[in-house]
């Protein structure tokens, strides 16, 4: 569906990219509804992830604040949001955003993009935060879905989720299973991007804890981006 074009792309790892001339200078309304869904979520966050929060911020800025009638445009707005807010260090606003979105899976499909990217955002701000349990309700949500449900993307976040938590317990066993568990999955897919996320985190545990060589996950971490 070219409605999902840089919402795929994001899953896997490429750029997303769109002209800002287009958006600043025609209205919001103006532009085509999937192109306003490119602009409000994937080109957002890729330039956060990318550094360039500066451009981040401008598109937002041209993103109305008034609830949207369509619920992908709410989707895209709130991932959009959540993108900036943890970019700014703003931890609690980006869980409230990514959790919004999150919420509306009952509406779009736990299959959407816009689901799988929210409970990845939710993760996000709640690791950079140190309060995993922001993002536990929807993870255990997530445990309970029915197989049928619980896509290879879906299933590398929990699993992500699950590392994070066995680090905080101390559980460096489980936590190593669960970040492999997640690699492996999300390699099977060729989510490029958030395999990098997941080999990072791993490699710094792997450091943090005095286990193993973490240079190997490290390296490949920096070739996935």
Not at 49 to 78: F, K, M, N
Request: glycine share 8%; proline share 4%; hydrophobic share 45%.
């Amino acid at each position: 569906d070219p409605r999902e074009h840089h919402q795929i792309a994001l899953i896997a790892g490429r750029p997303a990219e769109l002209p800002l001339a287009e958006l600043e200078e025609t209205e919001w309304d103006a532009i085509p509804w999937s192109t306003r869904l490119d602009y409000a979520a994937p080109v957002i966050i890729m330039n956060v992830e990318r550094g360039r929060l500066d451009i981040a911020r401008a598109i937002l800025a041209h993103v109305p604040t008034e609830e949207r009638a369509e619920t992908q445009e709410r989707g895209s707005i709130a991932l959009g949001r959540a993108a900036v807010a943890r970019g700014e260090g703003r931890f609690d606003d980006a869980l409230r955003w990514a959790l919004e979105a999150a919420a509306l899976g009952g509406t779009v499909g736990h299959f959407h993009p816009i689901f799988k990217q929210a409970i990845a955002a939710a993760l996000d701000a709640a690791v950079a935060s140190g309060e995993l349990s922001g993002a536990a309700e929807v993870f255990e949500r997530v445990r309970r879905f029915s197989r049928g449900l619980r896509t290879p993307l879906v299933d590398a976040q929990l699993a992500r989720s699950d590392a994070h938590r066995g680090a905080q317990d101390g559980d460096v066993a489980e936590a190593d299973r669960r970040f492999r568990n997640a690699a492996e999955l999300l390699l099977e897919v060729g989510a490029g991007f958030w395999l990098a996320v997941v080999l990072l985190e791993h490699g710094e545990l792997l450091v943090a804890r005095n286990e193993g060589d973490a240079e190997p996950l490290l390296t490949e971490a920096r070739g996935s981006f």
